[in-house]
């Protein structure tokens, strides 16, 4: 029911900036929490900040470098990438959680994916 559309992945060096930018379409009231996971491979897909009803968490490996923000008004959230390392390369999955569709009923939902990779 509920979309998420991840763009903004890429090829990097170490010490570059990449944005991502995550849409939610479908039936939505409101969204209470949006963020970012990231997946690397041989770890399991990890917490790498998010924006719910009581602030935002980061990561204490992207805190200082990431910053996250949402446009609630377009069901958009963004993740700005700085001084990206090597142990940045991941899937980065956009993810919605209490995305309301009435006042009482929620789900959630994943985005596909995007590559993110940092060289040396």
């Known amino acids: 029911q509920v979309q998420l559309v991840e763009s903004g992945g890429g090829l990097v060096q170490a010490g570059g900036s990449l944005r991502l930018s995550c849409v939610a379409s479908?039936?939505?009231?409101?969204?209470?929490?949006m963020g970012w996971y990231r997946h690397a491979p041989g770890k399991e897909r990890e917490l790498v900040a998010i924006i719910t009803t009581r602030g935002t968490t980061y990561s204490g490996a992207v805190e200082g470098r990431f910053r996250i923000n949402r446009d609630v008004a377009k069901n958009t959230v963004y993740l700005d990438m700085n001084s990206l390392e090597p142990e940045d390369t991941a899937v980065y999955y956009c993810r919605a959680d209490k995305i309301y569709y009435d006042r009482n009923s929620y789900t959630s939902s994943w985005g596909q994916g995007t590559q993110v990779t940092v060289t040396q």
């Open positions: 479908g039936r939505i009231f409101r969204i209470d929490d």
